[in-house]
């Protein structure tokens, strides 16, 4: 063998050589460029989850999530996000506004004194009785009730302004209005066992699932919404407004005299 094919084939095994390095060089680099990627990947994707998970963790929940949620509007009222609950004969010249929290013990002593005065006057027209649930007393405990239960209001609503007067009525009743400080309301039990003395609402399959639900959960807070910016000076509850003033200087009336003698004047303002 001569020197020259000697050196060719050194030559062409070294071009050889070479060209296998690049092609090994080239698929290091690659599955190096997979690596990085797929970790990339990775990292993006566990953020991304951590991202999501702290978004879900500050999600607001219950009836913090209700306050923005659609509002489920009942039958029977009017207005915006159906916060404007009306009753009575349309011939009524004038309508009292009374604001009321469900928990307010006040409002039950009202309720059982009066009550039947007050229903007596809508059934006769001698005004219209517009309803402003407020939600207040919750705020003093961070308690639910008083929300709870005008969900539940919004749910006999729904059925009808009578059982919505009717479930009003036994709520504030002497037997089942709980202290103050028992939140005993926020129970949708309790609500349910309490609507059950209601002819319209006993055994009533669409309204128990509506309190259970927590259909008008929504309708709650955009009707306590209207509490808090009242226009009229209320600060508490019962509180009665006709004509955009309020009755008898803000004071609560307990008797039913009491609450014709401040009527009879407001109708004649």
Request: hydrophobic share 40%; net charge positive.
């Given at each position: 063998?001569?020197?020259?094919?000697?050196?060719?084939?050194?030559?062409?095994?070294?071009?050889?050589?070479r060209e296998e390095r690049e092609r090994q060089a080239k698929r290091d680099k690659a599955k190096r460029q997979v690596i990085v990627a797929a970790s990339v990947v990775a990292v993006l994707a566990a953020a991304g989850g951590i991202g999501y998970a702290v978004v879900q963790a500050n999600k607001p929940t219950g009836w913090d999530a209700a306050k923005s949620a659609t509002v489920v509007t009942p039958a029977n009222t009017t207005g915006k996000d159906g916060t404007t609950v009306v009753i009575g004969k349309s011939t009524a010249k004038k309508t009292l506004k009374m604001y009321e929290d469900p928990?307010?013990?006040?409002?039950?002593?009202?309720?059982?004194?009066?009550?039947?005065?007050?229903?007596?006057?809508?059934d006769d027209g001698k005004f219209k009785y517009q309803y402003v649930g407020a939600t207040f007393i919750d705020d003093h405990d961070n308690g639910q009730g008083s929300k709870n239960a005008l969900s539940?209001?919004?749910?006999?609503?729904?059925?009808?302004?009578?059982?919505?007067?009717?479930?009003?009525?036994?709520?504030?009743?002497?037997?089942w209005h709980p202290d103050e400080n028992d939140d005993k309301f926020k129970n949708d039990s309790y609500l349910i066992q309490v609507a059950d003395t209601v002819p319209a609402l006993k055994n009533n399959t669409a309204f128990q699932n509506a309190v259970k639900k927590g259909t008008y959960d929504a309708w709650a807070m955009a009707m306590s919404k209207t509490f808090d910016d009242n226009k009229e000076g209320v600060t508490g509850t019962p509180a009665f407004v006709m004509d955009g003033k309020q009755?008898?200087?803000?004071?609560?009336?307990?008797?039913?005299?009491?609450?014709?003698?401040?009527?009879?004047?407001a109708l004649k303002g």
């Open positions: 063998m001569s020197k020259r094919n000697t050196q060719a084939a050194k030559t062409a095994a070294r071009e050889r050589l928990r307010c013990p006040i409002c039950s002593e009202f309720e059982q004194a009066v009550g039947p005065t007050l229903k007596k006057d809508i539940a209001l919004g749910a006999a609503l729904n059925v009808s302004p009578e059982a919505f007067l009717e479930y009003k009525s036994a709520l504030y009743s002497a037997k009755l008898n200087g803000g004071k609560v009336v307990l008797t039913p005299a009491d609450f014709d003698k401040m009527i009879d004047t």
